[in-house]
């Protein structure tokens, strides 16, 4: 049974009725159509009353936050293979209620077990003290929908109708931006924008900050600088107000596209409406500048961030040392490190990784290999991803055969190669045109049960059409055993 059929059968039994009640109010500041045969509704013996009036007294807890999510840990932990997710909730069946299973959803969601927070749901269902809740289903709603299962999002929204739940904002915000988690964003935007539209209509369910800033990023991102406008008016016309995250939101889409006078304008207007800047705000900026190469202004505006009452943080000083990189500037981004140093932070591994990609970039291969082999005699932990950027600093210089020493002594380093490590070697490798290489790579990819899938294959062929391009030859060798032939024949079958 696939994963849409389990969940559905998970979701499609009757509900129980409610004995009693317990509320649990769920904050309205989270961000976040079923297939043509329906699925059966849900029959009632009786009407379940859904908790869902924003003005309902709230039951004093019987326990305080901390006990909570102690107790959520420990059945974190408990759910395992060998003790399935129902048996470790029946062996605690005395103590758990909605707010430790609102918590797990939110748990179980960060590491991609969607389909478990459909159990839990259902277990829930089961005991004597559930109560249909707007709150739950508004995290389940958002749960599915950043894990793209944009149909069970759907489904949801309107099983919670058929329990007597009356949609409100928070219901709604978690159904748009599930709706933003899917892959065709135009429809997706469209669908937002209905939504939005009905929630204007609706008493109940009139939209809010966390509504506008949904729109607002997702809009920016889209590049529709007119609907973001159009946004922006209708929220001047509203009882709403926008807070900082508002401006952070549209300008980070903005400068993640590049868009630098668009993201500089939302400034502007944040700045008109007296709302300082934060951390996040600099950060972007920063990152935004960088990107564009534009240093003099992320330079301008570090020593601003300096002189505020906000400090820099790691992905500040990260982001400065990869753009730097990226231009070649090496000594601007060996300074930053110092400095960084300097001031009391400790590197992460971001920022090795971010100063072995500049070396590479540099043209500083043996740079890059001193500070990777003082990581390994360091005796921390090294991820996957550093052992990818000094893989990748040997090849972008042509060192294709000490890419492949390294790549052979990684396990003996205690660093277990992944899907990306095989990809970034396969495209490297086809593109530098070593056969040899390339034939011993894919005996160990069979070896150690890695199957690429067509993307990988396409990605390989990108990286040949690009060598080509920067070679300016047209009598590239694709004889019969090329590894342009190899990868082409392999995307066929």
């Not at 395992?80 to 179980?108: A, G, I, M, Q, S």
């Not at 159009?230 to 952070?248: A, G, H, M, Q």
């Not at 660093?415 to 970034?424: E, G, M, V």
């Not at 049960?449 to 990605?459: A, C, E, S, Y």
Request: charged content about 25%.
């Amino acid at each position: 049974m696939n994963p849409i059929s389990l969940s559905l059968s998970l979701l499609q039994q009757p509900f129980p009725i409610a004995m009693s009640a317990i509320s649990f109010s769920t904050p309205s500041s989270y961000y976040h159509s079923f297939p043509s045969t329906n699925p059966p509704r849900v029959t009632l013996l009786t009407r379940i009353s859904c908790v869902s009036n924003p003005t309902r007294p709230i039951r004093k807890q019987t326990t305080d936050q901390s006990e909570t999510q102690d107790l959520v840990r420990l059945l974190t932990r408990k759910i395992t293979d060998k003790e399935p997710l129902l048996k470790t909730l029946n062996k605690y069946v005395k103590v758990v209620r909605t707010e430790h299973c609102f918590l797990l959803f939110e748990e179980l969601g960060k590491h991609d077990k969607w389909l478990q927070c459909l159990e839990v749901f259902r277990w829930m269902q089961r005991q004597r003290w559930y109560i249909a809740d707007n709150g739950v289903y508004s995290k389940l709603i958002s749960v599915m929908g950043k894990k793209g299962q944009v149909r069970l999002a759907m489904w949801l929204f309107s099983e919670m109708r058929n329990t007597g739940c009356r949609p409100d904002t928070s219901v709604y915000n978690s159904l748009i931006s599930a709706h933003l988690h899917s892959r065709d964003k135009s429809k997706a935007l469209d669908k937002a924008l209905g939504y939005f539209e009905k929630m204007k209509g609706t008493e109940r369910c009139k939209p809010n900050i966390v509504t506008y800033n949904i729109l607002l990023r997702a809009f920016a991102q889209a590049r529709n600088v007119d609907q973001v406008n159009s946004l922006f008016k209708d929220l001047d016309e509203s009882l709403v107000s926008p807070d900082i995250y508002t401006f952070n939101g549209v300008m980070d889409g903005y400068g993640k596209n590049g868009m630098i006078r668009d993201m500089e304008s939302v400034l502007a207007q944040m700045k008109s409406n007296l709302v300082k800047p934060d951390l996040i705000t600099y950060n972007l900026l920063i990152d935004a500048y960088g990107k564009k190469q534009q240093f003099d202004k992320m330079e301008q505006v570090f020593k601003s961030l300096l002189h505020s009452k906000e400090k820099p943080t790691l992905p500040t000083f990260n982001s400065m040392i990869l753009n730097y990189g990226k231009a070649r500037l090496k000594d601007k981004a060996e300074n930053v490190f110092r400095n960084m140093s300097d001031m009391g932070y400790t590197p992460s591994f971001v920022t090795h990784e971010s100063l072995i990609h500049m070396y590479g970039l540099c043209g500083c291969v043996s740079k890059a290999l001193e500070l990777f082999d003082g990581l390994i005699e360091s005796n921390v932990p090294i991820k996957v991803s550093t052992l990818n950027y000094m893989l990748d600093v040997y090849c972008i210089n042509g060192l294709p055969q000490e890419a492949d020493s390294l790549f052979a002594r990684a396990r003996s380093i205690k660093i277990i190669p992944d899907a990306s490590t095989y990809k970034l070697l396969y495209k490297a490798y086809t593109k530098a045109n070593t056969k040899e290489l390339l034939d011993k790579l894919l005996k160990q990819m069979d070896k150690d049960g890695v199957i690429p899938n067509k993307r990988f294959f396409l990605d390989a062929l990108g990286a040949i059409g690009s060598s080509r391009v920067k070679s300016g030859s047209a009598n590239t060798r694709t004889g019969s055993n090329s590894p342009q032939k190899i990868a082409k024949a392999q995307l066929e079958t």
